[in-house]
C-alpha cells in the first residue's frame, strides 16, 4: 500500500483542516490543544486502514482514543515495570494492567469488526484500504502453506499502526504548537516564508522543498523534542564486534537516540531549540546524517514518510489559520517532557489566534 505515498495526502490535508476547524471553535481564548491533536492523528490511521475517518463524538471512537492514550502512558508507568518483571505474579493483582489488556482488546475487537465488513462488502477487488490490500493479499496467497498473511495477524498489524503512528505524530505535533508559541520569531519567520512562497491556499508535500527556513524547523522540533524516552528495543542477530567490544547474539540493545540528537560534537547550540542546526550559511536546508528521529537500518520507523508528510501539512495548515500565542500573563510554557515511555509536553495551554482577525 505505500505508507506515505500522495494518495494519502488529500485524507491528511482533509484531517488537517477538521484541526483548524476544531480550533477556531475556541476563538484565540487559551485552550488545550492536546485531545483535539489527538483525534485528528488518529482518525489519519482509521481513514488509512479502515477506509473512513470517524466524527469526533462517536462513542467507538471515543473509546478507541481512551484506548491508545491509556496504553501509551501505561507503557512509561511503574506498574508497566512491575508486570513485566513479575507477570505471573501481578496476573493475580488487581492493577492497571487489566485495563491495558481491556484497552488492547478493544482494539482488536474493532479491527476484526471492520475485517467482517470489508470481507461482506468484497471491497477488496477494488481495494482502497489497508484492510482490503490485506484481504486481496490472503486472497493471492491462499494455496501458500507458508504465508503469514491471515486475519489474526492483520488485526495485530492495525493495532500495532495504532499505537506505533498515533501518539508519535501527536506528541510531536503538541510540540511543535507549543514550540513556536513559546518562540515567536522563530513562528513569525516560518509564516513569512510560508506566505511568500505558496501563493494560493493549496499545497503540497512537495513544496516541503521550496521552503528551507520551515522544514528546518520541522527537523529540529523533532531533534530537539525526540518523542520517546529510548528507542526501540532490538536484539542482535548475530555476535557484533564494535569498538573493541563483543556484543554476544540475542542480546537486548535498547538505543539511546538523545545521545545522537542532543551531541554537541554534532549540534551547535544541543539544548536549545534552534532551527539553524538545519541549515547552511546561506539559509538552505541541509539534511544531517545525525537526525534519528525515525531511527536506522533495515528496521527503522515503517511510517517515517506519512509522519513527515503529516507533520508539514498539520503545521503549515495551522501556520497559515492562526498565530499561536501564550495566554495573558504566562511568560514561558514549559519545555521540560512528561516522564514516561512516550516524553509529550507537560499538559499546556495556548491562544490560537485567527490571522485574520490579528492582522
Ligand atoms: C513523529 C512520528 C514518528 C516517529 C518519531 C517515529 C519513530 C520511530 C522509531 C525511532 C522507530 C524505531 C526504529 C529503529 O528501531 O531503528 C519506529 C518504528 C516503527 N514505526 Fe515509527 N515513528 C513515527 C511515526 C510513525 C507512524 C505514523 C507510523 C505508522 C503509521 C509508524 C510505524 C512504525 C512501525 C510499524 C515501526 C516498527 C518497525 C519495525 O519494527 O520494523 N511510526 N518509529
Request: hydrophobic letters at 40%; charged letters at 25%.
Amino acid at each position: 500500500m505505500g505508507v506515505g505515498k500522495k494518495s494519502m495526502e488529500g485524507q491528511i490535508e482533509e484531517e488537517s483542516q477538521q484541526l483548524v476547524e476544531v480550533f477556531a471553535l475556541e476563538k484565540g481564548q487559551p485552550f488545550d490543544p492536546a485531545l483535539p491533536i489527538t483525534n485528528s492523528i488518529s482518525n489519519v490511521i482509521c481513514a488509512i486502514s479502515f477506509g473512513y475517518r470517524f466524527p469526533l463524538e462517536d462513542k467507538t471512537f471515543k473509546e478507541l482514543i481512551d484506548a491508545v492514550t491509556f496504553t501509551s502512558k501505561f507503557g512509561g508507568s511503574f506498574f508497566y515495570v512491575l508486570y513485566e518483571m513479575f507477570p505471573w505474579l501481578m496476573k493475580h493483582l488487581p492493577a492497571p494492567h487489566n485495563e491495558a489488556f481491556h484497552a488492547t482488546k478493544m482494539l482488536l475487537s474493532l479491527a476484526k469488526e471492520e475485517i467482517q465488513k470489508h470481507k461482506e462488502q468484497m471491497s477488496f477487488q477494488e481495494p482502497r484500504d489497508f484492510i482490503d490490500f490485506y484481504l486481496l493479499e490472503i486472497e493471492k496467497r491462499k494455496n501458500d502453506p507458508t504465508s503469514t498473511y491471515d486475519e489474526e495477524n492483520m488485526a495485530q498489524d492495525i493495532h500495532d499502526l495504532f499505537f506505533a503512528g498515533t501518539e508519535t505524530t501527536a506528541t510531536s505535533l503538541k510540540w511543535a504548537v507549543l514550540l513556536l508559541a513559546n518562540h515567536p520569531d522563530i513562528q513569525d519567520k516560518a509564516y513569512k516564508e510560508i506566505e511568500d512562497v505558496l501563493c494560493s491556499s493549496f499545497f503540497s508535500y512537495q513544496d516541503l522543498k521550496k521552503l528551507p527556513y520551515t522544514n528546518a524547523v520541522l527537523h529540529e522540533i523533532q531533534r530537539f523534542k525526540y518523542p520517546f524516552l529510548f528507542g526501540f528495543p532490538r536484539q542482535t542477530a548475530k555476535d557484533v564486534k564494535m569498538r573493541g567490544f563483543l556484543i554476544p547474539k540475542g542480546t537486548a540493545i535498547i538505543p539511546n537516540m538523545r545521545s545522537v540528537l542532543l551531541d554537541p560534537k554534532h549540534w551547535e547550540s544541543p539544548k536549545e531549540f534552534n532551527p539553524n542546526h538545519f541549515l547552511d550559511q546561506d539559509g538552505h536546508f541541509v539534511a544531517k546524517e545525525q537526525f534519528l528521529a525515525f531511527g536506522a537500518g533495515a528496521r527503522a520507523c515503517l511510517g517515517e514518510q506519512l509522519a513527515r508528510m503529516e507533520f508539514f501539512i498539520f503545521v503549515v495548515n495551522l501556520l497559515r489559520a492562526f498565530r499561536f500565542q501564550l495566554p495573558p500573563g504566562v511568560k514561558e510554557l514549559n519545555e521540560e517532557p512528561e516522564a514516561g515511555l512516550s516524553t509529550p509536553p507537560h499538559p499546556y495551554k495556548v491562544c490560537a489566534v485567527p490571522r485574520c482577525s490579528s492582522s
